[in-house]
């Protein structure tokens, strides 16, 4: 089975710091993205990468920035958190597209950030 | 950015009957990819249905099927037989080559 794990499944965090989401894959997927969850506002992407060192703007990659310098790690950073990152912050990977074969994401069990 | 609207918050059933979560989505694109995950209390997102766009038959996985309108750029779920396990958050999803995105979610509630 695909496994996707978020070190953290709660966090609680002082305004300004800096904060490190990290996510791990072990299936080898080329695909890894992050998203925030929000109430009545679903699951918004911040940002994803399609390989190692490649890293492209999402939705909202406002207040955030990425590293991924090996495949299977996928780190989300917060340069100096504020209450209005308060969040679930859920993690994601996906094997490339071989010819038609439509690939499913694979989630972790998600982060949920407290910035206090 | 493509958008996906599932314009029902909120859904209630009633246990064995049938149910369908209405999702639309905006594209210029031909090819493309569309899900619906669902998410327990658990947290976990869990892959429930997918459908190819290039594909005019609609996707089945026992007791869930879409219903797929590609002029319409409507993709709704239709739950048959709902049971008390079905009760979730359910989202539909778009995908294109890369990134994928989400809708804001439909809560379902199922009834004993």
């Known amino acids: 089975d695909v496994k996707v794990t978020q070190s953290s499944r709660y966090l609680v965090k002082r305004t300004g710091e800096k904060v490190f989401l990290e996510c791990v894959q072990d299936?080898?997927?080329?695909?890894m993205f992050w998203y925030r969850q929000d109430p009545g506002l679903g699951l918004r992407l911040i940002y994803f990468?399609?390989?190692?060192?490649?890293?492209e703007k999402g939705d909202i990659p406002e207040g955030y920035s990425v590293s991924r310098e090996k495949k299977e790690r996928f780190s989300l950073i917060l340069e100096s958190a504020s209450t209005n990152q308060t969040s679930m912050y859920l993690c994601?990977?996906?094997?490339?597209?071989?010819?038609?074969?439509?690939?499913?994401?694979?989630f972790g069990q998600g982060t949920r950030l407290t910035v206090v | 950015a493509q958008t996906v609207t599932q314009s029902q918050p909120e859904m209630s059933v009633q246990e064995a009957e049938t149910v369908t979560l209405s999702c639309t989505y905006d594209?210029?694109?031909?090819?493309?990819?569309l899900f619906w995950y669902k998410q327990p209390p658990s947290r976990q997102m869990i892959l429930v249905i997918r459908?190819?766009?290039?594909?005019?038959q609609n996707a089945t996985e026992n007791r869930f099927s879409v219903n797929f309108q590609k002029a319409a750029k409507s993709f709704s779920l239709k739950i048959s037989d709902s049971q008390l396990g079905d009760a979730a958050m359910y989202f539909c999803?778009?995908?294109?080559?890369?990134?994928?995105?989400f809708g804001a979610g439909t809560r379902l509630t199922v009834k004993p």
């Open positions: 994601a990977s996906r094997p490339r597209d071989r010819g038609l074969e439509n690939t499913e994401a694979f």
């Open positions: 990468s399609y390989d190692v060192k490649m890293k």
């Open positions: 299936m080898d997927h080329e695909n």
């Open positions: 594209t210029s694109e031909s090819d493309y990819y």
């Open positions: 999803a778009y995908r294109r080559v890369h990134d994928m995105r």
């Open positions: 459908q190819e766009a290039y594909k005019q």
